[in-house]
C-alpha cells in the first residue's frame, strides 16, 4: 500500500494540465479505477485482515483524494497566471488611423438654414417626396392643363394598365408642404420646410433631384415687408455679412403679388462674393399666399393672410461655400466629399460666437 501511494502522489505531482489530471482521477478513483478494485477486494478478507487493511486503505482514498483537489487548484491557478502573463493588451498604444465621415454641404447648409428661422420662430415641417398632384399641383392653383405644370419638367410616377386615377409625381417643390401643413395646424402658422425635390433637368447648375426650403409664415396682419425683413434677416445670419436684396416682380401661380429674389453679389476673377459688389443672383421665389391657397388648405382668406418663399439650398451652399458645379453634389465622389464636406467634430455653426 505504501508503494501504492508513493506511485499515486507521484503520478499526481507530475500532471501536467488539467485534462490530464481528470483522466488520471478517474483511472485511479473512477468507478473501475484502481483503487475502487482494492476497496472491493476488502469483501473477500477475514474479519481479521478487514481490521487493518480497511482503515488504511480508506486513509490512501483520503489523502488520494486531497492530494487530486491541491494539485487541481494549483494548475488552475497556473493556467491563470499564463493567461495574465500572455494574454495582456497595451491600453496606451495609439489606435489604427480611421478615416473620419464628413458632413455632405447640403446637410450641413440645411442645418445652418433651419437654425438661423428657428430662432425667428419657424418650426420644421415635412411632407413626402411621392406626391398627389393635387398637393403638388391643384391646392397650389395650378390645375390640370394649367400651363404651369408643362413647365416645371415634372416626372410622373407610372400607373398599372388600367388604372385611371391621376398619377402620383416626385414633387417638383417643397410647395405641396404649405397645403400639408396648413391643413394640419390651421393658422396662425410658421413653418419652414427643407427637403428634396424634383425636375427633368440636368446641366451645370441643375441637376434632376435637388434641394429646397419653404417658408410659410401666416397671420393676421403679415405683408411683403415682413416677408422682405424676414429674409434680409435669414441672407445676413447665413453670410455672415450685411445682404442687400432686390424684388423683381415675377408669378407664380400659388401667390399673389409674386416676386423673384436676388442677393447683392460680386464677380471678381471668377469668384463670386455674397454682400458686395453691384450684381445680382436669384436665390429664391416667394410672394404673398394666393386666397385660393389658403382656402384649399382649410384656411379663412377674409381672415388670414400670409407670405410664403422657395429657396434653393444647394444654390446657396454653393455660394456659401464656393463650390462651382451642382452635378458634384450627387455623384458621391470621395474626393469630393472630402474636400467639401464638413468634419462632423469642426463645423461651422451660426452661433459660433
Ligand atoms: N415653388 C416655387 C418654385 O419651386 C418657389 C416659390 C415658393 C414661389 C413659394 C413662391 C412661393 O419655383
Known amino acids: 500500500m505504501d508503494d ?11 500532471a501536467g494540465d488539467e485534462s490530464g489530471l481528470e483522466a488520471l482521477r478517474v483511472q485511479i478513483l473512477g468507478k473501475k479505477g484502481e483503487l475502487s478494485l482494492r476497496m472491493r477486494e476488502l469483501g473477500g478478507m477475514t474479519p481479521e485482515e478487514r481490521q487493518t487493511a480497511g482503515p488504511k486503505l480508506n486513509a490512501l482514498k483520503d489523502e488520494i483524494n486531497s ?38 454641404p ?17 418650426a420644421v415641417a415635412e411632407g413626402p417626396q411621392i406626391e398627389t398632384d393635387f398637393y403638388n399641383f391643384d391646392a ?6 394649367h400651363p404651369a405644370r408643362a413647365e416645371m419638367d415634372t416626372f410622373y410616377m407610372s400607373r ?46 441643375h441637376t434632376p433631384m435637388f434641394h429646397q426650403v419653404e417658408g410659410l409664415a401666416v397671420d393676421r396682419d403679415i ?30 401661380p400659388f401667390t399673389e403679388p409674386s416676386a423673384e429674389v436676388d442677393i447683392q453679389c460680386s464677380w471678381d476673377g471668377g469668384q463670386v462674393r455674397v454682400g458686395e459688389g453691384d450684381d445680382w443672383l436669384e436665390v429664391l421665389g416667394s410672394g404673398m399666399v394666393h386666397p385660393k391657397v389658403l382656402r384649399a388648405a382649410g384656411v379663412d382668406p377674409a381672415e388670414w393672410r400670409g407670405f410664403a418663399f ?39 455653426t451660426v452661433h459660433a460666437g
Open 67 to 104: 492530494a487530486f483537489a491541491s494539485r487541481k487548484a494549483g494548475l488552475a491557478d497556473a493556467a491563470l497566471e499564463n493567461r495574465l502573463r500572455d494574454e495582456w493588451l497595451d491600453v496606451t498604444l495609439p489606435p489604427r488611423a480611421r478615416r473620419e465621415g464628413s458632413i455632405h
Open 160 to 205: 398599372r394598365e388600367g388604372d385611371n386615377r391621376p398619377p402620383h409625381v416626385l414633387r417638383t417643390h417643397t410647395s405641396p408642404v404649405q397645403i400639408r401643413s396648413m391643413e394640419a395646424q390651421g393658422a396662425p402658422i410658421r413653418v419652414i420646410a427643407p427637403g428634396r425635390v424634383y425636375r427633368a433637368d440636368y446641366d451645370q447648375t
Open 223 to 252: 405683408d411683403m415687408a415682413n416677408l422682405k425683413w424676414t429674409l434680409e434677416e435669414f441672407f445676413s445670419a447665413f453670410f455672415g455679412t450685411r445682404v442687400e436684396t432686390r424684388f423683381r416682380a415675377s408669378h407664380f
Open 140 to 145: 397650389l392653383n395650378m390645375p390640370a392643363n
Open 4 to 14: 501504492l501511494r508513493e506511485e499515486y502522489l507521484k503520478l499526481i505531482a507530475e
Open 106 to 122: 447640403v446637410s450641413q447648409v440645411t442645418e445652418e438654414v433651419t437654425a438661423i428661422f428657428a430662432d425667428m420662430g419657424f
Open 310 to 348: 422657395g429657396m434653393g439650398i444647394d444654390r446657396i451652399a454653393m455660394l456659401k461655400y464656393g463650390i462651382p458645379d451642382l452635378r458634384a453634389f450627387f455623384d458621391s465622389d470621395l474626393r469630393w466629399l472630402r474636400h467639401y464636406g464638413f468634419s462632423p467634430l469642426d463645423r461651422p
